[in-house]
């Protein structure tokens, strides 16, 4: 399986859409081996006159979080394709624009704090579980994605919280 393909495990997002190529390139910086991740959270938010792209990606050492955002609404791999037949049949075409606008890498041996904050949701048998972490060497505490109505999207962050809770040693 080729590269691209094993970090598209990690992008699908609860609107079956897969990001465009700037921000694989982004998260590949981050992360050089998509096999060493344990566990993901991914974001599509389009928005007007924009897209931003998320990540969180958990290995056995570190925490990686990537942002894109490009400069078109509901802008993903599928709206990107016009684009790159332009570009492999030798013309010229100018995709949206984007910005890298986050990106870094702590180590989970960093974790000095792990507060949580659950709500229920009324009518429903869950909890939304919103995290904050505290690194370090960072002053601020960073705040993950909170929990989603979306069912798959809770499995994936429970995943990711549980993979979360059990690589922070002090917590597990």
């Not at 894109?68 to 016009?82: G, H, L």
């Not at 869950?126 to 979306?150: G, H, M, R, S």
Request: include cysteine; hydrophobic fraction near 40%.
């Amino acid at each position: 399986m080729d590269q691209s393909k094993k970090f598209s495990r990690h992008f699908v997002t609860r609107f079956s859409t897969l990001p465009p190529q700037a921000f694989y390139v982004a998260v590949a910086s981050l992360v050089i081996d998509p096999d060493r991740i344990r566990a993901s959270l991914c974001s599509y938010r389009p928005g007007a006159g924009k897209t931003v792209w998320t990540a969180h990606l958990l290995t056995d050492a570190a925490l990686a979080v990537a942002q894109v955002q490009f400069d078109a609404e509901q802008y993903n791999s599928e709206e990107e394709q016009p684009y790159l037949r332009v570009v492999r049949g030798g013309g010229s075409a100018n995709p949206p624009g984007w910005n890298l606008t986050e990106a870094w890498v702590r180590p989970l041996a960093g974790i000095t704090s792990y507060r949580t904050q659950v709500q229920p949701i009324l009518g429903h048998d869950w909890f939304a579980t919103q995290v904050w972490l505290t690194f370090a060497d960072v002053d601020q505490p960073v705040e993950l994605p909170a929990q989603t109505w979306d069912e798959y999207e809770q499995e994936r962050s429970d995943k990711f919280l549980t993979t979360l809770r059990e690589s922070i040693p002090w917590l597990s």
